[in-house]
Structure formats: structure tokens, C-alpha cells
């Protein structure tokens, strides 16, 4: 998302632990990009793209920052993290320094308030100049905390409760900006970054499609996406054609007239889609799947047609529970083709069916392959 471009071009592959590099410096990002063209940046929330010096958010475009450097799990007091990478603290960054030096279990549960508030305060403060803030919660990234305003809220467990509190999050920051008077002309995107951990069971939401989180199936990839622009899109459009986390840093560079980076990008400008009607031509031919230096799998840019190459893939045996991590073994599939249109959860193979389409999508697979040097 952050450098609109795959993983097979910048080579981060993986979350990296603590200690990791994360994103190559000669990669801008969109922080960098919007800063350039006189915008103030800020992120709150889970950074996880690099916590070296070079690589933290204060030397990568933003002018406020403050959260974890590396998901909220990777700590001491995670027994599935200790015992097999390390008894790591989880320090608290702010604006490039650190405040809290070992999170605690109890300071997790103010994770999701502590970026709101200053999220929303960094609108107040910035609302008569052109502004990006970048808002990545932790939560509902296991361990899940909420705080004590809405611990046992929702009626149906703690997943329900941290739910409403990102729910409630949403609502501060729209009434910032409504009461910064920028509602109307600024965009808000919400999304998310994958499917739901199946293997955390009640702790892992729930999907229609197939597998879950660190598969290419859609039950680990297909994330519903909401855009809201008064000022230049009608509300309760509804987009069934596909868009791309790769696709959002070119898309705000059209509307910003921001200036792309000087190299090669993956993604494209998604605003004709977006703004338009069902007729407008989508800038992809294919969206590619990659995970762990493997292409799994590709995508017709229409939504219909997805080739999966032969591949591992991580499958659920048993469902944990309150965070406690189920059991899980590995599975394969074998090249096949599925029809989105008829067959959303990818059960039937329907390559002998379509040679053409299964021959096309082949061979740009393999074209990618031998560009990126995937496996």
C-alpha cells in the first residue's frame, strides 16, 4: 500500500520481527510523495514496514508519528512469540523517540484510543492545510485488548467489543474532520490488510470465502474497501470490479497532482473506476498474488477468472480459542481455475472447461515469474 508496488519488486516478502529493515529507502512511499507536493503527514497506529533508524516513520515522509514499529504480538508476554523467537519488549514510538519502553497487557487495551486521539488531534491542528494521516490500528490483530469502555459492549465476546471500538474510532475522526470544516473535501478510505487468522477461531472474525489470512485464496485477500469523498463521489455506490492496495498510491497521486516516483510502479490509477460508470475501462489486465517469494496465484481484472499455480498453502485443522492458536497443517493445490462469477468460495476446477483463458493466464504467470525471479 504504502509504495504502490508488489512484493516481487521491492523484496519484502514477509512481517519482519524486531530488528527487521522492512522497506528499501529508494522506494518512496506516499507519505514521501505528498510531503513533496506541500502536504503535512502523519501516522498513528502499527507501522511494520522497518524499525531502523532509516527506515522508522519519521525518516520515511511523516512529520508525526507515534505507535508500535512491529505488530502487537511480537512481545514477552505472547507465549507463542517467546518461546519460539524471543522475550523482545514492544517499546511505544513517538515522533522518533521512545515513550514506552515494554508495553504492557494493560497498555495494549489504550492502543486503538491513543491513535484516535491523535489522529483527531492532528486534523484539528492541520485543517487549514492539505493533510495525509495514515491510521493503522493494531487491533484486531491478535492479542486483542479494547479498553474498559467497551470491554463486553458488543454481547458476543472481545472480537465484538474491539469491533465497535474501531467502529467508534471511525466515528471521532469523521467528527474531526466535520468539525474541522474539511469534511466535504477530504477522502477517507477504510479497509484492511487481509482476510480473517482462522486459526485463532473466536478471535479471528469470519469470512464466505475460502482459507484465511497468509493463503492467496480469497478468504485470506479479498478485504472490503469503503471510500468516502462528498465532494466528487456519490455515496452508496457500489464497485464490484476489483481494486488493489497497490493502486491507492497512484490514484492519490492523479487527485493530488502529486508527483509519481521516477521508477516503474504496479499500481494504477483506480479514479476513471472509481468516479465512473461500470463501462470505464479497469487500468489492469491482472492483479498477481505473492506470498513468500511465490506467485500462487492471478487475477483478471474484471473479477471473474483466478489461476492458482501449484502452491503450499497453511489450512486449519482446529479453531483456537481466546487467542490460544488452533492447530494447523499444510495443504497444496495443484494448478486450477476458478470462476469468481459462479463460484466465489474457489471449490470447482474449471480449467478443462476454459483451455483458452487457463492458456492466457498461464503465460503472463509465467512471464512474471521470469521477471521477478518468483518460484
Known sequence: MLSGCYAARHRVFGAHGPGGRGLDTKFINIAEMLRLAGYATAHFGKWHAGDQPETRPTARGFDYSSGLMISNDMWRFNPVWASGVGKAPLPYWENGEIVIKDVTPHDQKYLTRWATDDASSFIRKHKDQPFFLYLAHSMPHVPLYCSEDFLGMSGVG??????????????????????????????????????????????????????????????????????????????????????????????????????????????????????????????????????????????????????????????????????????????????????????????????????????????????????????
Open 158 to 375: 472481545l472480537y465484538g467489543d474491539v469491533m465497535m471500538e474501531i467502529d467508534w474510532s471511525v466515528g471521532q475522526i469523521t467528527e474531526a474532520l466535520r468539525q474541522a470544516g474539511v469534511e466535504r473535501d477530504t477522502i477517507v478510505l477504510f479497509s484492511s490488510d487481509n482476510g480473517p487468522w482462522d486459526e485463532y477461531g473466536n478471535h479471528s472474525g469470519k469470512t464466505p470465502f475460502r482459507e484465511h489470512k497468509g493463503t492467496s485464496f480469497d478468504g485470506g485477500t479479498r478485504s472490503a474497501t469503503v471510500i468516502k469523498y462528498p465532494a466528487k463521489l456519490k455515496a452508496g455506490r457500489v464497485l464490484h470490479r476489483p481494486m488493489s492496495t497497490i493502486d491507492i498510491l497512484p490514484t492519490l497521486a492523479y487527485l493530488t497532482g502529486a508527483e509519481l516516483p521516477d521508477y516503474e510502479i504496479d499500481g494504477k490509477n483506480m479514479w476513471p473506476v472509481l468516479s465512473g460508470d461500470d463501462q470505464v475501462p479497469h487500468p489492469h489486465k491482472y492483479y498477481n498474488f505473492e506470498y513468500s517469494r511465490r506467485l500462487e496465484a492471478v487475477l483478471t481484472s474484471d473479477g471473474r477468472w483466478k489461476l492458482h499455480l501449484p502452491h503450499p498453502y497453511r489450512h486449519v485443522l482446529e479453531e483456537g480459542h481466546d487467542s490460544r492458536r488452533g492447530k494447523v497443517t499444510t495443504h497444496r493445490i495443484d494448478w486450477a481455475l476458478f470462476d469468481l462469477e459462479t463460484d466465489p468460495g474457489e471449490t470447482t476446477n474449471v480449467m478443462d472447461q476454459y483451455p483458452e483463458i487457463t492458456q492466457r493466464l498461464k503465460a503472463y504467470a509465467e512471464m512474471r515469474r521470469k521477471e521477478f525471479d518468483l518460484k
